[in-house]
């Protein structure tokens, strides 16, 4: 089936082909896979890496630019002063703050000329929960997953450099949205700044973009918001023009799909005069760079007239929209929409600036319904992109829960906040059907259960007498399509319901676009149509199909299905909904969606790398608290893992450990069923491990610890254990 075109957002209609929900099948479990299970095993115990320690108590303090002084975990940071920006060179302690990946691909790419959404998040100056690299144990956090919505991201501080906390550029490039640090210059020190790098030669002002095309390039977020709050002398506001142009130039050169933008503050003869438009007075700093932010205090009047300046590169000013409502404004807080619907009208960018207004300002326990209200206001004024590469892979997960759940299995209960654990969001909102039916269909996240993270997709909805299905469009992609796709959808319907769940995907390019088939795709038949057809599917393929069609723990289930495209441009991802065979009734249902995966087959061939050279750093051992005197009962062990993988292979990696002590050989883990626990999740080859209780060692005895790294592919399937990196600490205690 095909359908030519793209629907609008809203209840789908039917053209789209449907991958109907199919009967469970028993499960497989190929002949040789304990052999092959034996054979790593053994290479696996000739790769593990041993170390030996001897407890000592000699505190180690750590840098506190990079780890929090009370815990030593690693902390995202920002520069106070030129001094410091001007003296800063990568270090082995900044790795923790690197992006996984730059930015998904997408559609409409940034350079087109379709107006933009920026968000430019202000929150209570900034480093707050979300500065913790490796998550924190925090309860009701800000989060943001309206990301198919946003364009660009901005994280605002008032310090001089502020750095985006990895957890943030993380979510963003999943979404395909682009990152931008602030430079920030404010007061009489900002003014003096401002003249020690602007009022002399070139080499100065060289010297500082430089480092800030630097700090973007290593930590791999996208460019620069440049804010000037502070007047000028004349020979420095001389040269910032040339800063910018310099500054663009040289970003655009290392950094693909960089931007620099400009905000309204100084004036071309120095003067910090704010203008609330692009006009004379500052348009030689639009035309030094990619585009100009403006001040929030304007009218329908300053459009009007910034429709001239702007010329060609309308898309290029960003309108700022103050959400708190400071001031002279149109809209903000919860008639924000307002301000939207002129600055479309003249055809600009918007910036929005702190919707964390809804966080800040209104109850907490009605955040999420707070934050899906605000934005369902804005909906029809913020155009939507869509991804445009595979394997795309979510579990709705929003980077935050009171549990840890893996792949329906809990993990762990309490709260928990880690925005670098965020996957990709769906379209949120209530969609109705057209005319008099009464049919709807509302999706929201939910923290209440999960497949796999925090979080899943709730939908709730009605499936009127009068038609036979409603169905909900939940992503929006432009990905050109491989022969061989396979599809995977996990959810389960809540309650006693009548209705049918299916995947449904929209495809584009009509005129050539032809699907040769849709079959249910297990292990039996995942090879069928190759032009050589494998006895045993690859290891990839057979782990990735390996739950396919059966009822899973906590009454979850898996569909998979296999496409055959040729020519075919996929466009969106739908769920659908209709009545069962002989249902005359109107029929309500909710679902929750755990995962949805759509996987190039020829992924699914290529060997899985493995996990390699891991080694050790920053060991620290503290004596856990004891209530008498004498030895310790057990120890705190703080220190840092590190490894090789290439990280374009895995979304994250999760630690584990086993804690035991005693003497005698090194064991294969521990004895029985005992399961490894887990201690987080990493998205850099290293990962910081922050007092671990173990036993201290008896007298003349080694105690150990043994940790694991779990490479998570970007397929979406689990390693087994035994295919983990491992390395495993022998400790005693120092002879007396």
Same mark, same amino acid.
């Given at each position: 089936?095909?359908?030519?075109?793209?629907?609008?957002?809203?209840?789908?209609?039917?053209?789209?082909?449907?991958?109907?929900?199919?009967?469970?099948?028993?499960?497989?479990?190929?002949?040789?896979?304990?052999? +092959?299970?034996?054979?790593?095993?053994?290479?696996?115990?000739?790769?593990?890496?041993?170390?030996?320690?001897?407890?000592?108590?000699?505190?180690?303090?750590?840098?506190?630019?990079?780890?929090?002084?009370?815990?030593?975990?690693?902390?995202?940071?920002?520069?106070?002063?030129?001094?410091?920006?001007?003296?800063?060179?990568?270090?082995?302690?900044?790795?923790? /703050?690197?992006?996984?990946?730059?930015?998904?691909?997408?559609?409409?790419?940034?350079?087109?000329?379709?107006?933009?959404? @920026?968000?430019?998040?202000?929150?209570?100056?900034?480093?707050?929960?979300?500065?913790?690299?490796?998550?924190? *144990?925090?309860?009701?956090? !800000?989060?943001?997953?309206?990301?198919?919505?946003?364009?660009?991201?901005?994280?605002?501080?008032?310090?001089?450099?502020?750095?985006?906390?990895?957890?943030?550029?993380?979510?963003?490039?999943?979404?395909?949205?682009?990152?931008?640090?602030?430079?920030?210059?404010?007061?009489?020190?900002?003014?003096? @700044?401002?003249?020690?790098?602007?009022?002399? /030669?070139?080499?100065?002002?060289?010297?500082?973009?430089?480092?800030?095309?630097?700090?973007?390039?290593?930590?791999?977020?996208?460019?620069?918001?440049?804010?000037?709050?502070?007047?000028?002398?004349?020979?420095? #506001?001389?040269?910032?023009?040339?800063?910018?142009?310099?500054?663009?130039?040289?970003?655009?050169?290392?950094?693909?799909?960089?931007?620099?933008?400009?905000?309204?503050?100084?004036?071309?003869?120095?003067?910090?005069?704010?203008?609330?438009?692009?006009?004379?007075?500052? +348009?030689?700093?639009?035309?030094?760079?990619?585009?100009?932010?403006?001040?929030? /205090?304007?009218?329908? $009047?300053?459009?009007?007239?910034?429709?001239?300046?702007?010329?060609?590169?309308?898309?290029?000013? !960003?309108?700022?929209?103050?959400?708190? *409502?400071?001031?002279?404004?149109?809209?903000?807080?919860?008639?924000?929409?307002?301000?939207?619907?002129?600055?479309?009208?003249?055809? &600009?960018?918007?910036?929005?600036? *702190?919707?964390?207004?809804?966080?800040?300002? @209104?109850?907490?326990?009605?955040?999420?319904?707070?934050?899906?209200?605000?934005?369902?206001?804005?909906?029809?004024?913020?155009?939507?992109?869509?991804?445009?590469?595979?394997?795309?892979?979510?579990? &709705?997960?929003?980077?935050?829960?009171?549990?840890?759940?893996?792949?329906?299995?809990?993990?762990?209960?309490?709260?928990?906040?880690?925005?670098?654990?965020?996957?990709?969001?769906?379209?949120?909102? =209530?969609?109705?059907?057209?005319?008099? =039916?009464?049919?709807?269909?509302?999706?929201?996240?939910?923290?209440?259960?999960?497949?796999?993270?925090?979080?899943?997709?709730?939908?709730?909805?009605?499936?009127?007498?009068?038609?036979?299905?409603?169905?909900?469009?939940?992503?929006?992609?432009?990905?050109?399509?491989?022969?061989?796709?396979?599809?995977?959808?996990?959810?389960?319907?809540?309650?006693?319901?009548?209705?049918?769940?299916?995947?449904?995907?929209?495809?584009?390019?009509?005129?050539?676009?032809?699907?040769?088939?849709?079959?249910?795709?297990?292990?039996?038949?995942?090879?069928?149509?190759?032009?050589?057809?494998? +006895?045993?599917?690859?290891?990839?393929?057979?782990?990735?199909? $390996?739950?396919? $069609?059966?009822?899973?723990?906590?009454?979850?289930?898996?569909?998979?299905?296999?496409?055959?495209?040729?020519?075919?441009? @996929?466009?969106?991802?739908?769920?659908?909904?209709?009545?069962?065979?002989?249902?005359?009734?109107?029929?309500?249902?909710?679902?929750?969606?755990?995962?949805?995966?759509? #996987?190039?087959?020829?992924?699914?061939?290529?060997?899985?790398?493995?996990?390699?050279?891991?080694?050790?750093?920053?060991?620290?051992?503290?004596?856990?608290?004891?209530?008498?005197?004498?030895?310790?009962?057990?120890?705190?062990?703080?220190?840092?893992?590190?490894?090789?993988?290439?990280?374009?292979?895995?979304?994250?990696?999760?630690?584990?450990? &086993?804690?035991?002590?005693?003497?005698?050989?090194?064991?294969?883990?521990?004895?029985?069923?005992?399961?490894?626990?887990?201690?987080?999740?990493? &998205?850099?080859?290293?990962?910081?491990?922050?007092?671990?209780?173990?036993?201290?060692?008896?007298?003349?005895?080694?105690?150990?610890?043994?940790?694991?790294? =779990?490479?998570?592919? +970007?397929?979406?399937?689990?390693?087994?254990?035994?295919?983990?990196?491992?390395?495993?600490?022998?400790?005693?205690?120092?002879?007396?």
């Amino acid at each position: 089936m095909e359908a030519p075109g793209v629907p609008a957002p809203g209840v789908a209609g039917p053209a789209a082909a449907v991958l109907q929900e199919l009967p469970p099948r028993a499960p497989e479990t190929p002949e040789e896979r304990p052999e +092959r299970r034996a054979r790593r095993r053994i290479e696996e115990e000739q790769a593990e890496a041993v170390f030996r320690e001897v407890v000592s108590f000699t505190p180690d303090p750590m840098p506190v630019r990079y780890y929090d002084k009370d815990t030593t975990s690693p902390i995202s940071f920002y520069l106070s002063s030129l001094e410091e920006l001007l003296a800063w060179t990568p270090d082995v302690e900044d790795s923790f /703050n690197v992006a996984l990946a730059p930015p998904e691909c997408r559609q409409p790419p940034l350079s087109s000329r379709r107006p933009r959404t @920026l968000l430019c998040h202000d929150m209570m100056g900034g480093y707050l929960d979300d500065k913790f690299i490796q998550g924190s *144990a925090t309860q009701n956090p !800000y989060s943001f997953y309206h990301w198919q919505y946003i364009d660009i991201f901005v994280y605002f501080s008032h310090h001089t450099v502020t750095i985006p906390p990895v957890g943030w550029t993380n979510a963003a490039h999943r979404h395909g949205v682009c990152v931008l640090g602030t430079f920030i210059t404010e007061w009489q020190e900002g003014g003096q @700044l401002c003249e020690a790098f602007l009022a002399g /030669n070139a080499r100065s002002y060289q010297a500082v973009a430089d480092q800030l095309v630097l700090i973007a390039q290593f930590f791999r977020f996208d460019g620069w918001l440049i804010n000037i709050e502070n007047s000028l002398s004349l020979a420095a #506001v001389g040269n910032m023009p040339h800063f910018l142009q310099y500054l663009t130039t040289q970003l655009h050169e290392r950094v693909p799909g960089g931007l620099v933008l400009w905000y309204d503050s100084v004036v071309s003869n120095g003067q910090l005069k704010w203008q609330n438009e692009l006009n004379e007075h500052n +348009r030689v700093f639009f035309d030094s760079c990619d585009g100009f932010f403006t001040n929030y /205090n304007w009218q329908e $009047g300053h459009l009007e007239r910034m429709r001239g300046q702007a010329g060609e590169r309308q898309a290029d000013v !960003y309108v700022g929209v103050d959400v708190f *409502a400071r001031g002279d404004v149109v809209g903000g807080r919860f008639d924000t929409h307002k301000s939207l619907e002129l600055i479309r009208k003249h055809g &600009f960018s918007a910036a929005l600036f *702190a919707p964390g207004w809804v966080y800040e300002c @209104l109850e907490k326990t009605e955040f999420f319904q707070n934050q899906d209200k605000f934005w369902s206001l804005l909906a029809r004024y913020l155009p939507t992109h869509s991804i445009c590469s595979l394997p795309f892979v979510t579990s &709705f997960c929003m980077g935050m829960g009171t549990r840890r759940v893996c792949y329906g299995q809990e993990e762990a209960v309490g709260p928990w906040y880690h925005p670098s654990a965020q996957e990709i969001q769906p379209l949120f909102g =209530e969609h109705r059907l057209e005319g008099d =039916e009464g049919g709807w269909v509302k999706t929201h996240s939910c923290l209440a259960d999960a497949w796999n993270g925090g979080s899943s997709l709730l939908i709730r909805g009605v499936v009127p007498p009068e038609v036979g299905e409603v169905a909900v469009r939940l992503f929006s992609l432009q990905v050109p399509v491989p022969p061989r796709v396979f599809l995977s959808m996990v959810y389960k319907l809540e309650g006693p319901s009548k209705v049918r769940v299916a995947l449904e995907l929209t495809t584009g390019d009509a005129g050539s676009c032809h699907i040769g088939g849709i079959w249910a795709l297990n292990a039996e038949t995942s090879s069928r149509h190759s032009p050589r057809p494998l +006895r045993v599917p690859p290891t990839k393929l057979a782990r990735w199909v $390996g739950h396919c $069609g059966q009822q899973l723990s906590g009454g979850w289930v898996q569909r998979c299905y296999e496409v055959n495209l040729r020519g075919c441009l @996929l466009g969106d991802l739908l769920v659908s909904f209709s009545r069962l065979p002989g249902s005359q009734e109107e029929e309500s249902f909710i679902c929750r969606l755990g995962e949805i995966q759509v #996987v190039d087959a020829k992924s699914l061939l290529a060997p899985l790398p493995q996990v390699q050279a891991i080694s050790l750093s920053h060991v620290c051992w503290q004596p856990a608290a004891s209530s008498g005197e004498g030895p310790p009962a057990g120890l705190l062990l703080s220190c840092t893992l590190h490894w090789s993988f290439p990280l374009s292979h895995v979304r994250c990696f999760r630690l584990h450990c &086993f804690p035991e002590t005693g003497g005698g050989p090194l064991s294969r883990g521990p004895p029985g069923p005992e399961k490894p626990k887990l201690l987080g999740l990493a &998205f850099v080859n290293q990962y910081r491990i922050v007092d671990l209780a173990v036993a201290a060692a008896g007298p003349g005895q080694d105690g150990r610890v043994e940790f694991l790294v =779990e490479p998570v592919p +970007r397929e979406g399937f689990l390693v087994p254990q035994a295919e983990w990196g491992r390395a495993t600490v022998r400790y005693s205690m120092p002879s007396t």
